[in-house]
């Protein structure tokens, strides 16, 4: 192993202090006994208001930010991402890749961490059209993450389109972020209006977003080339991974958004893996461009069409894959696990397991694998499936396209 940087060994050792730490003077209920009585006092009050918007109801508006809500959810991102891939745009994949998958756990953890109650249901109407919507509503409402991942991704395309196309144009500039503002105005206030968010949680998401972005803004230059050309990545960034999964607060209830994080967490290991792999074969700066004579709209559409099914496989592939190894592997390890959805047959033996299934398990306990605790192999085998799935995107089904004639 070549060229380990001190950065790495800091940041790694860094996230294991903040585990153990964490745990031994137990940070998550201390921040959480601050912060969720004052949210969730801001939430009750802001009833009232949230009533008022709702008096505007009709079912074009309903149907207008519920498509937009499905527009900017994870859901969307994960599907629309393969396609800048396959359209000879890689920096901006991997950059929109590992900026969703920041904002999803900087969003999901504090979710969690404060655990705030969205809007009660009734008075407020909830209008949760999609499946995915409903499973979103399970989830703690501060902060808003659509409205956090809908700044930063909104205002990095922005910047990105304007250094391609090099523009310095104040005036255009100035309608780029216009069209972004109210993007995410019509965003935040869509969340609002179908009665998934507060005020606060939306003004909590826009704060946070732009704090995101700005950082963001100021490194990914420095991401972009490690992940290109730097050593230990693939290596460095699943050993990332895995603590992150670690350093994930437990909620004060089970909530989707660990499993969310799960998700997105595979999907950037994923493509930075297979990116750092097949940097200078599939994804360097010269290579042929959607609308260009290289790569005609008929081609990208043959592209797709031959890409999506592949990954759809690789997807169902490494899911049944990892459903049969990670079980041998922990029993092999002496490591005890439970599945709350994917493998039925593996149950917990002790009642006392039995009415823990649900909850995550603590800092410590996920570190030191306590004897008295379970683990659900579900998280693993999530965390494998849409690695599969991601890594496909940028090695396998690229690597097809030539010998396709596309």
Not at 73 to 101: C, D, E, I, N
Not at 392 to 398: C, N, Q
Request: hydrophobic letters at 45%.
């Amino acid at each position: 192993m070549e060229g380990i940087h001190g950065w790495q060994v800091i940041s790694v050792f860094g996230i294991l202090f903040w585990i153990l730490i964490s745990s031994f003077l137990k940070l998550t209920q201390k921040i959480r006994s601050i912060t969720q009585p004052w949210v969730t006092q801001q939430v009750i009050n802001e009833t009232p208001f949230i009533l008022q918007i709702q008096g505007a109801q009709h079912g074009f508006l309903d149907a207008l930010f519920s498509t937009l809500s499905c527009v900017v959810s994870v859901p969307f991102y994960t599907a629309f991402l393969p396609l800048l891939f396959w359209s000879g745009h890689g920096k901006l994949g991997r950059q929109m890749t590992l900026l969703m998958a920041i904002c999803d756990y900087i969003g999901n953890v504090i979710k969690d961490l404060v655990s705030a109650p969205r809007p009660s249901c009734p008075p407020i109407r909830r209008v949760t059209a999609t499946e995915d919507e409903k499973e979103n509503a399970l989830e703690y409402g501060f902060s808003s993450s659509h409205t956090l991942n809908t700044v930063c991704l909104s205002g990095y395309l922005v910047h990105y389109v304007l250094d391609y196309i090099n523009y310095t144009d104040g005036f255009l500039i100035l309608i780029g972020v216009a069209i972004a503002c109210l993007f995410v105005g019509l965003i935040g206030f869509g969340r609002i209006y179908l009665g998934m968010h507060s005020p606060v949680d939306v003004i909590g998401g826009l704060i946070i977003g732009l704090v995101i972005l700005r950082i963001w803004l100021m490194v990914h230059h420095h991401v972009d080339q490690f992940i290109v050309s730097g050593h230990n990545v693939t290596s460095y960034w699943a050993t990332l991974s895995l603590l992150l999964l670690f350093a994930y607060p437990t909620p004060e209830f089970p909530t989707p958004s660990f499993e969310y994080h799960t998700a997105f967490n595979g999907v950037a290991l994923g493509i930075v893996s297979g990116v750092q792999q097949t940097y200078l074969q599939f994804h360097h700066e010269n290579v042929p461009r959607l609308f260009t004579p290289q790569l005609t709209l008929g081609l990208y559409m043959r592209r797709m069409a031959i890409g999506i099914p592949t990954i759809l496989v690789v997807k169902l592939c490494s899911k049944n894959l990892s459903k049969w190894v990670l079980p041998v592997v922990c029993n092999t390890l002496g490591i005890p696990i439970r599945s709350s959805s994917y493998i039925p047959a593996i149950t917990v033996k002790t009642a006392d397991k039995k009415n823990d299934t649900k909850r995550q398990p603590g800092y410590l306990n996920k570190v030191l694998l306590f004897p008295q605790d379970s683990y659900d192999v579900d998280t693993g085998i999530r965390f494998l499936q849409y690695a599969g799935l991601a890594w496909s995107v940028v090695d396998l089904v690229p690597s097809l396209f030539p010998h396709l004639g596309c």
